[in-house]
């Protein structure tokens, strides 16, 4: 899921990047809250997972800004965040795989920072969420039966909603456009969460 290709070419990573101490770069530094920070280009460690996460981040730059979970292989499975410019999002990855991630590849111009957080600590959805750009949204409980949402987004580039079940799995994609939308779609019983791709402003009301 999100695996959304970046819009220039990535060179390939070598092993040797994931070898070095974890977030002990010249521009990368944890925190106590696991906040990775840093300015230009990094590889960082991070404490391996194969659970569903989230990454927050922030870029302030006037070029490409791209992060790529990747595997203790060097592999990359998740595009976390793309954008061009100034950035503010939230991300989800191993939504659709059981990979062990254990770090983060950063491609950027400017300053950034890096969040890395347990799923269940997106942001809680109640009856109506508005954002703009990507996020995570979580609900208190499971849905049950067939709800309906009702969905607007005004932007240029994707706008996408995947519905995760109660440990972050992916199990329905809602919507998949580009550009402008409105609309109505289904809700399945079993959402917990729901992942969020978007350059512009959106609602989505249960």
Do not use: C
């Not at 595997?71 to 062990?100: H, P, R, W």
């Amino acid at each position: 899921m999100l695996r959304l290709r970046a819009l220039v070419g990535l060179a390939a990573l070598a092993g040797v990047f994931l070898v070095s101490t974890p977030a002990t770069t010249a521009h990368a530094t944890p925190t106590a809250a696991t906040m990775y920070r840093g300015e230009g280009d990094d590889v960082i460690r991070i404490p391996a997972t194969s659970t569903p996460s989230i990454v927050k981040a922030t870029h302030q730059g006037e070029s490409n800004f791209i992060v790529w979970a990747l595997t203790s292989g060097g592999k990359e499975t998740d595009l976390v965040a793309n954008a061009i410019g100034d950035y503010k999002g939230t991300a989800a990855f191993n939504t659709d795989s059981t990979s062990k991630i254990r770090a983060l590849s950063v491609k950027a111009d400017g300053s950034w920072t890096l969040q890395i957080l347990p799923i269940t600590k997106a942001r809680y959805w109640a009856i109506k969420a508005k954002g703009t750009g990507a996020d995570v949204l979580r609900l208190t409980s499971p849905s049950k039966g067939v709800r309906r949402l009702t969905i607007r987004h005004s932007g240029d580039s994707n706008f996408i909603i995947w519905a995760l079940d109660s440990r972050g799995r992916a199990r329905d994609l809602l919507v998949n456009k580009i550009g402008d939308y409105r609309g109505r779609v289904a809700l399945p019983a079993g959402t917990r969460y729901a992942a969020i791709t978007a350059d512009g402003t959106w609602s989505i009301s249960r």
